[in-house]
């Protein structure tokens, strides 16, 4: 398991195949807070989506987020924000 405490703002998070699939806004509970520059296009486009704790694969030195899924898996699991 990941210590998501080391996890920065700003910082890239890359699937396992090296793809980029977002970059850190802020831990959030359990999970990822994506930027909402990379929440997408159509419905998905403005607001923020996550990335659940049970994705991260780990933290490089450098600080960048690895994940144990490629980059379009990841891209599936994202979770979208509750607009309540």
């Known amino acids: 398991m990941v210590d998501l405490s080391s996890i920065k ?4 998070i ?3 195949d090296g ?10 509970g359990d999970r990822i ?7 997408g296009e159509g419905s998905h486009a403005g607001h923020h989506h996550y ?4 994705l991260i694969a ?7 987020v690895r994940l144990s899924a490629t ?3 990841a891209v ?5 924000e509750d607009e309540g």
């Open 14 to 16: 890359i699937g396992a």
């Open 19 to 28: 793809v980029h699939v977002g970059t850190v806004d802020h831990v959030d």
């Open 58 to 64: 780990g933290v490089d030195e450098d600080g960048t």
């Open 76 to 80: 599936l699991f994202e979770e979208e």
């Open 51 to 54: 990335i659940s704790e049970g």
């Open 9 to 12: 703002e700003h910082a890239d």
């Open 33 to 39: 807070k994506l930027i909402k520059a990379d929440s």
């Open 71 to 73: 980059g379009a898996n």
